[in-house]
């Protein structure tokens, strides 16, 4: 798949806000810091569509970019106060419950990581709640081959206590763009459904 243009819409904090029309819509989501804006900017080829930072906690809003995708902010992040943290779940879940045009959520996973409650729960709930999702394991480059081979392992092992059959799930690194190809054409393959 080629992405002929990629350009930013709107910040919107609420499902209400979000963009009007029904374009398909695919939503990148994970923990703050996990890789969600590079993951994007490697994906379009545009490095300074979504803005990336190394301070933990950037997005707290839904941002619509026209080519089909749509991040959502990072859940969980411990330093946020109580009252916030609420309203961004509430966020969260209003935005994948309501929104018809989402084709699919790719949940971004730290692929240096053990695997947390907070994804988990959430992995959890997308199941139950029948949500379209797979798993974008991020930043590879960080990790060794067999390290990265082990924590993927480890992840898919620990989540199939829960599940009978796995979600899809890809491994890329904005860094070296490892993985691009496959999520495109996956989401390409959504589309032509
Ligand atoms: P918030 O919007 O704050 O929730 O963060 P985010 O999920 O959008 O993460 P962002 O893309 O801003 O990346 C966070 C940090 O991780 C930045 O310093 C990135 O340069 C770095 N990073 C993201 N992806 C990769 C990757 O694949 N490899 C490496 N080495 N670093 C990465
Ligand atoms: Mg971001």
Redesign the pocket.
Same mark, same amino acid.
């Given at each position: 798949m080629l992405i002929k243009s990629a350009e930013f819409t709107i910040s919107s904090a609420r499902v209400e806000q979000c963009p009007a029309g029904n374009l398909p819509e695919f939503a990148f989501i994970?923990?703050?810091?996990?890789? #969600?804006?590079?993951?994007i900017n490697m994906l379009t080829g545009r490095a300074g569509l =979504? #803005?990336?930072?190394?301070?933990?906690? #950037?997005?707290v809003l839904i941002n619509h970019f026209l080519v089909k995708t749509s991040?959502l902010?990072?859940y969980g992040?411990a330093r946020r106060g109580m009252k916030q943290r609420d309203e961004l779940q509430r966020m969260i879940t209003n935005y994948i419950m309501r929104r018809e045009q989402m084709m699919n959520l790719f949940l971004?996973i730290d692929s240096r990581h053990e695997p947390q409650r907070i994804d988990m729960e959430f992995i959890e709930w997308l199941g139950e709640n029948g949500i379209p999702f797979s798993i974008v394991f991020?930043? =590879?480059?960080?990790l060794s081959k067999s390290k990265l081979a082990a924590n993927v392992r480890h992840y898919l092992n620990e989540l199939s206590e829960q599940w009978e059959e796995l979600p899809p799930h890809f491994i890329?690194?904005?860094?070296t763009r490892q993985g691009k190809e496959e999520l495109l054409d996956y989401i390409d393959s959504i589309m032509q459904e």
């Open positions: 994970g923990r703050s810091n996990v890789g #969600k804006s590079s993951l =979504a #803005k990336t930072s190394s301070t933990p906690g #950037k997005t991040p902010p990072g992040y971004l991020t930043k =590879a480059d960080k890329t690194s904005s860094e």
